[in-house]
């Protein structure tokens, strides 16, 4: 493994000069007006797939946004591995706060800073590159697959069928993924769990117009107000989601489990002050790492309606509306949730309004058995690189099509991610530490070679 | 007085074309972008009045948009009517909701559209128009002084100085106003009380950056959830409202008061119809007339946070705000409501976030005597226009300027305002009956001849 650590040590820069460009591609899935951006992406990956070492690289359509399939074969006796990851990002507002373009990635203080750097450019990147290094090297000892999607972000809704139809074009003994995060670089650990989802929007309706809040102020329902009562109900005074049927498929751990959950370390103080908060909430009767871990949740992620710039208005919004999603634990089916949702927000509406609710997108929670040999090879390969075993770690993130590529292709995925917690994923100023991105690019080949040698 | 009608009927087209010259003037005084229209505006106006028979029209500076004053002294011993109006108006969003331009007036189906056509633009050119007409025709039998308003859509934060400032020159018997509605064509009517306003900004902060929703999801408060907690909170299931201390030094009607005040001919169905909603909503044990007209009411007039653009973002916001109004009644006092409003806001925020609460504009309720020689001079007017006596009507609306008027200059307003419910005001597609404008163009020199002839 010298002659790979020696490739990767001797292109180092030009690695990162090739993620920059990946990078300054503004890849937004959320927004329609992205959509030349997306295709412009993956054509970029597949171009430079080939170029690290691929027999072959495609831009497969899709309904949505194009997969990037790549492969390399070495022989039919090896093992294969299926790299997942996905070249779209999250928006980027509020813009005002970034403090550098999102999309003209730049180094400093350690780290790469703009939009996608973690997730899951940077992470994937690091695949790429491992890749190239190995077929460099001759060190290769699997065949490897690529399935980079353009859908992540807004819950791959074209990635389903993409699996179905491919089913074999995709068989593989393991899905290596890199979209999570460990604990710390002092921590590192293997996610092990990952939160279902179930995202909707809702619309309360009240009156055919905006109206004059004087003349009508107190006598007609205001789409603003019925909103937040709603809304409001949905969380209960102790952190519990009040739609009937919620915590019905709830596992609930053993007191032996939870234990054992709470021995990962966690500093309520740190965490506290990185979030600059005084006070942690949730459910109550649960500490803050079971709560993002083993426990459901429900968020508003947007919230709308009205005059909202600059000065006041004395208006009664004819409506008002919020995007809410629920990260699930197993076994909670995201589907049911989804209508268990609907029925209950149609229920608690009152008669002077009217409301819309609708199913954005959703995924299956999933549990990665620590007993596969893929675990143990990641474990042995970051014993190497960071020189502690990492511990199993349950995040509050949804993959949602983690699950479904189980239920489709019948292959378990092992979650490898080099993420962390002030990456700042999702948020303005996302960035990724060089640190990082070394530790991924060369604990990769360790992965491969492990696994080929387990039984 | 058949002169006067002769010269508006024969003027009528003119008339028109100057007003469509004032609205398309974009002066939203909410948006600090149109502070050039403001100016723009008052200029337009003052020399307008000149040439409608002014002795003098100047535009003043103020802290914030001009004052246009203009007066035309026929004799010392004449009585003194002040007219006051304003030339700014509300914001236009929701924009795609309006079928024509707003700054583009068009008349179609008899009504003037455009964003001001009633409030206030169209309204106070009646009085400019009736002011020209009896210059004109030498039938003036008043002095006559305009104050025209570019802050009243914003609270008038500077008409409070400037009357202070120029008392004197203010002098007048009476405050002629024309910024409100009446019940119906069929059923003419005067304001003879308009609601208070107390208008707040809520904001709620929770962690310093819009975290993933997985990742800190049930764990973190969500500043959004927290907001619509708060704020669902403020009204309780009888629509009362919940601040300590709000009902107070509200004045309660006698069952008398309450019986004289429901025979206001009101069809609740075809208020519901007009509004396309299923059933109206406020305080329980009140009328709908009761609930805009005689108690107070608390809408949310905006409310944003997180994300709100096309698709789904998986993000815990970082902070959520909105901006609420109430509208009061008498006795309320509009800034003891506002610091009620505070310090209950503060006191049920839950320590796992910050609250930053904003006063934004206020006014307190009037109450314009139905026994005073201006009220019956309007009466008159109105027979002879309408051919029937109007209503006292109270308005669930705001002026707040006006309570200011009779605490510094010490003058009493008449409210006769000509709009109809249907012209939609502070919303898209406001309008103005052309039929209301000749109405208001013709009954206002009446009104002059008759508060010159009494006692």
């Not at 390399?72 to 813009?95: C, F, N, Q, W």
């Not at 092990?192 to 309360?204: I, S």
């Not at 949730?282 to 000065?311: F, M």
Request: aromatic share 10%; glycine share 8%; proline share 6%.
């Amino acid at each position: 493994m010298e002659k790979v650590k020696s490739y990767i040590d001797a292109n180092k820069e030009r690695f990162l000069e090739e993620l920059f460009d990946l990078l300054r591609i503004p890849s937004i899935s959320a927004q329609s007006e992205h959509k030349p951006d997306m295709v412009r992406c993956a054509e970029w990956l597949a171009t430079s797939l080939v170029k690290a070492g691929a027999d072959r690289a495609e831009v497969m359509p899709t309904d949505g946004n194009p997969v990037v399939y790549a492969e390399k074969i070495i022989s039919p006796e090896a093992k294969t591995v299926l790299v997942y990851g996905h070249y779209d990002v999250m928006p980027v507002d509020p813009r005002e706060e970034w403090r550098t373009d999102p999309f003209e990635p730049v180094v400093k203080d350690g780290r790469i800073w703009g939009r996608g750097a973690d997730d899951d450019k940077g992470q994937l990147f690091m695949h790429a590159k491992a890749f190239e290094a190995m077929c460099e090297t001759d060190s290769l000892p699997c065949n490897v697959k690529f399935m980079l999607e353009g859908e992540e972000e807004i819950g791959s809704p074209s990635l389903y069928k993409f699996c179905e139809e491919y089913k074999e074009m995709l068989k593989a003994d393991i899905i290596l993924v890199s979209d999570t995060s460990m604990i710390s670089m002092q921590t590192p650990s293997i996610t092990c769990g990952l939160r279902g989802l179930t995202y909707m929007e809702v619309e309360v309706v009240g009156p055919n117009k905006d109206l004059h809040s004087g003349l009508f102020g107190g006598a007609v329902a205001n789409p603003a107000n019925v909103l937040t009562k709603l809304v409001a109900s949905l969380v209960d005074e102790r952190g519990r989601v009040t739609i009937p049927g919620f915590y019905d498929d709830v596992r609930e751990l053993t007191p032996a489990e939870r234990e054992a959950f709470n021995e990962a370390p966690f500093n309520l103080d740190n965490y506290k002050r990185s979030l600059d908060i005084d006070d942690v909430a949730g459910e109550a009767g649960y500490t803050t790492i079971e709560r993002t871990g083993v426990r459901p949740s429900l968020d508003v992620n947007g919230i709308w309606g009205g005059y909202i710039e600059e000065g006041t208005k004395t208006v009664i919004p004819s409506r008002a509306s919020a995007k809410i999603s629920m990260r699930l634990v197993p076994n909670q089916d995201f589907e049911k949730i989804g209508e268990l949702f609907e029925k209950h927000f149609r229920a608690i509406a009152p008669a002077s309004v009217k409301v819309n609710v609708k199913y954005l997108h959703g995924g299956a929670p999933y549990v990665s058995p620590t007993d596969m040999a893929a675990y143990k090879a990641a474990e042995q390969a970051i014993v190497d690189t960071f020189g502690k075993k990492p511990l199993p770690f349950y995040s509050g993130g949804s993959i949602p099509i983690i699950s479904g590529f189980e239920r489709i292709l019948g292959i378990k995925s092992l979650l490898i991610g080099f993420g962390l917690a002030e990456d700042a994923i999702h948020s303005p100023n996302e960035s990724y530490g060089l640190e990082q991105f070394d530790k991924g690019v060369n604990t990769i080949p360790l992965f491969y070679k492990y696994f080929a040698e387990a039984e």
